[in-house]
């Protein structure tokens, strides 16, 4: 059996049957793994990949398998993790994994270590923990890695941040910013799948409730669609000026957060950055507000002051509800400890969005294989965007129109004015 740290194996089974249903809404990457298995692009190389172990995961994992990888799957959060999906890709996949829901921060960086110990020569990360262990703990080895790939927005803000610093060891492909995954993953993946997780953890009624969305980047743009379409009231606050003008213009009222605090029932951070709901927020909060986390890290909630304000904590009201009592007696619901909701309390992002996603993974990781390039933060190549779309559109049987002859020829000119 490949070497694993997982839940129990014994929930295989299920757990395979999990991953076939995926399957069934992936025809892109299945389209892959077939051209994969034939080919084998991959034969012989070590994987390292550090993404939430999910469903749409293990077959993103079958897929570089079939490839011809040799792959080590951690987790990348200590809260997304299906241990049915893990026991499965052991037993019936033959994939190394090293993932347990719910699994301490000791365990979480032993399972990026083992990821690490493996020696791969390409990796791949969700978030940049892999790659900033990796810098910080094996310098040694970073000169071995052939590139790197990130799926998500924050860890590519952390990527470039290491780059500009010159900390940057290695070649690593921006995933998140393909078109084929933050058009369509981070605004209908995130904005419908934390409306699952929101809903799963708390059964409210989205009609008619003012929801808060704090940010505006894609996730948050599709996270504030969904909850539009659901009949809520949505208030947006944002830093940036364009995309507070965008989500104006969008119909969305947009204010300060100290000003939509009086309003909120429902209040979701998806910025990417560090304590944007705190201590002046939960103050001036509704009784009953529910506050929730939609960004990569649970920083976005300033958990320690809403610790240190409660006058009383009652944990696990409901699963993955916890109730904080203020002194003038308002009550503040935070779900899932800050984590990620749409991964720690529904299934991430539905398998068709991630079809996209890690096809584009999988694609890129060919690609970079074919030549090293030097240390720095490469976008994905426009080909791979093309050819994803251009079968997507074909599996969900929708045709479009072609330039004709003339049209191409206008397109290239530059002398035919009015
Ligand atoms: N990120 C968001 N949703 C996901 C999913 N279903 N699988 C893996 N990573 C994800």
Do not use: C
């Given at each position: 059996m490949v070497k694993h740290d997982v839940k129990d194996l014994k929930l295989a089974p299920k757990g395979k049957k999990r991953i076939e249903w995926a399957e069934t809404s992936m025809p892109v990457l299945r389209e892959i793994r077939k051209r994969f298995e034939k080919e084998k692009p991959l034969a012989g190389k070590k994987m390292s990949a550090c993404l939430h172990v999910t469903a749409e995961t293990a077959n993103l994992a079958r897929t570089l398998k079939a490839g011809g990888a040799d792959l080590v799957l951690v987790a990348s959060n200590p809260l997304s993790t299906q241990d049915d999906v893990t026991a499965s890709l052991v037993t019936d996949y033959g994939i190394s994994v090293f993932a347990i829901t719910g699994e301490d921060h000791k365990t979480y960086y032993d399972h990026i270590r083992a990821a690490l110990k493996h020696d791969p020569v390409v990796t791949m990360d969700d978030g940049a923990d892999l790659v900033s262990t990796l810098h910080q703990e094996y310098p040694e080895k970073c000169n071995q890695i052939f590139a790197s790939m990130e799926e998500t927005t924050t860890g590519v803000i952390r990527l470039r941040a290491m780059h500009k610093d010159g900390a940057l060891q290695l070649p690593v492909y921006a995933v998140n910013d393909a078109t084929t995954k933050y058009l369509f993953d981070n605004r209908y993946g995130t904005g419908q799948s934390t409306v699952d997780g929101i809903i799963r953890a708390t059964d409210i009624l989205l009609a008619g409730s003012t929801v808060v969305v704090a940010g505006y980047g894609w996730c948050g743009r599709g996270f504030a669609t969904r909850c539009k379409g659901m009949g809520a009231n949505v208030i947006v606050t944002e830093v940036d000026p364009i995309k507070a003008m965008e989500a104006a213009m969008d119909g969305f009222r947009v204010m300060p957060m100290l000003e939509a605090t009086q309003y909120g029932d429902l209040f979701v951070t998806i910025t990417g950055d560090i304590n944007v709901l705190r201590k002046e927020h939960f103050e001036n909060m509704k009784d009953?507000?529910?506050?929730?986390?939609?960004?990569?890290?649970?920083?976005?909630?300033?958990?320690?002051?809403?610790?240190?304000?409660?006058?009383?904590?009652?944990?696990?009201?409901?699963?993955?509800?916890?109730?904080?009592?203020?002194?003038?007696?308002?009550?503040?619901?935070?779900?899932?400890?800050?984590?990620?909701?749409?991964?720690?309390?529904?299934?991430?992002?539905?398998?068709?969005?991630?079809?996209?996603?890690?096809?584009?993974?999988?694609?890129?990781?060919?690609?970079?294989?074919?030549?090293?390039?030097?240390?720095?933060?490469?976008?994905?190549?426009?080909?791979?965007?093309?050819?994803?779309?251009?079968?997507?559109?074909?599996?969900?049987?929708?045709?479009?129109?072609?330039?004709?002859?003339?049209?191409?020829?206008?397109?290239?000119?530059?002398?035919?004015?009015?």
């Open positions: 009953g507000a529910i506050v929730a986390n939609s960004g990569h890290f649970n920083v976005e909630i300033d958990i320690d002051s809403l610790q240190e304000l409660a006058v009383e904590k009652h944990a696990q009201v409901r699963p993955l509800v916890d109730e904080y009592i203020l002194p003038n007696g308002n009550k503040i619901f935070l779900l899932a400890e800050g984590r990620l909701i749409n991964l720690a309390a529904a299934e991430g992002h539905p398998a068709s969005v991630m079809d996209m996603s890690f096809a584009t993974q999988a694609l890129t990781t060919e690609f970079a294989l074919k030549q090293k390039q030097p240390a720095g933060v490469y976008m994905v190549p426009r080909e791979i965007e093309d050819y994803i779309s251009t079968l997507k559109l074909k599996t969900m049987g929708i045709e479009i129109d072609e330039l004709t002859e003339e049209q191409k020829e206008y397109l290239s000119s530059w002398e035919m004015g009015t």
